[in-house]
C-alpha cells in the first residue's frame, strides 16, 4: 500500500475509535441513568410502604381506642359481674356511667360512618342529586304505598355528541347546569328529582291535575325544547 493508502487507513482507524469510545460513554450514561432511576424508584416504594404501615397503625390504634376498648372493658366487667368477682367497695355507677358514654361515642361514630357512607352510595358526584340505586328506593316506597304519581324521564339531546367534540368538561357541566334548573324549578312540589345516569333525569310528582306545576313544567320542556327531550 502508498502512503496516502496507509494514511486512510489510520485516520479511519481512529475515526472507529473514537465511535467505539463515544458509543462506550453513552451506553455508560445510560446505565446510570437506569440505576438512578431504578434507585429512585425503590425510595418511593420504600417511602409508601413506610406511609402506608404508619396510617395503618394509626388507623387501628384509632378503631382500638375509640370502637375496641370500651367493648372489651365492658364484656371483661360483665364476665367478673357474673363470676361474683365485682367489687362492691368500687364506684359502679361511675365506672358504669364512663363505659356506657364510652359505648355511646363510639356508636355515634359508627353512625356518623356509615350515614356518610350512605351518601356516597346513593348521591351523584357531578349533579349532587340522588343517584339511580336511591331513585329506585324511594320510587318502591312511592308506588308501592303513595298516591298516584307522574314518572317523568327528561334526557339531554346529543350530550354524547357533545361530550366528544368539545370535551367532557363541556358535557359535565351542561348536565350540572340542567340539573340546577331542573332542582330550582321543581324544589317546591316535586317528590323526588334524580339523576338516573347517562343524560337521564327522573322526576317523580303528584298526579293531582293537569295544571299540577309538575304538568306545567314538563308542558314548558316539550314545548321549548331547549336540547333536552321528555
Not at 429512585?40 to 416504594?45: C, F, G
Not at 390504634?61 to 365485682?86: M, N
Not at 361511675?94 to 350515614?115: G, K, P, S, V, Y
Request: aromatic share 6%.
Amino acid at each position: 500500500p502508498t502512503a496516502r493508502q496507509l494514511a486512510s487507513w489510520r485516520r479511519l482507524e481512529q475515526h472507529l475509535q473514537r465511535q467505539r469510545a463515544d458509543r462506550e460513554r453513552e451506553l455508560r450514561l445510560l446505565a446510570a441513568a437506569e440505576q438512578a432511576a431504578l434507585n429512585s424508584a425503590r425510595s418511593i416504594a420504600w417511602l409508601m410502604l413506610a406511609l402506608f404501615i404508619c396510617f395503618s397503625t394509626l388507623a387501628v390504634l384509632l378503631v382500638r381506642s375509640r370502637i375496641t376498648l370500651p367493648f372489651s372493658r365492658l364484656s371483661e366487667q360483665t364476665r367478673r359481674l357474673a363470676l361474683g368477682e365485682f367489687d362492691p367497695r368500687e364506684n359502679r355507677n361511675a365506672f358504669m356511667h364512663t363505659e356506657i358514654r364510652e359505648m355511646d361515642d363510639a356508636l355515634e361514630l359508627i353512625r356518623a360512618r356509615n350515614r356518610q357512607l350512605y351518601q356516597f352510595a346513593t348521591r351523584d358526584e357531578l349533579t349532587g342529586l340522588p343517584n339511580r340505586r336511591r331513585a329506585r328506593e324511594w320510587l318502591e316506597v312511592l308506588l308501592r304505598d303513595g298516591p298516584p304519581m307522574h314518572v317523568v324521564m327528561v334526557r339531554m339531546l346529543n350530550h354524547s355528541h357533545i361530550s366528544a367534540v368539545f370535551g367532557e368538561r363541556v358535557g359535565d357541566g351542561l348536565l350540572a347546569a340542567l340539573a340546577k334548573k331542573l332542582r330550582l324549578d321543581s324544589r317546591a312540589w316535586a317528590d323526588m328529582l334524580a339523576f338516573y345516569g347517562g343524560d337521564v333525569f327522573l322526576l317523580v310528582f303528584h298526579a293531582d291535575s293537569d295544571a299540577s306545576p309538575g304538568a306545567e313544567l314538563v308542558q314548558n320542556l316539550i314545548r321549548d325544547g331547549g336540547g333536552v327531550t321528555v
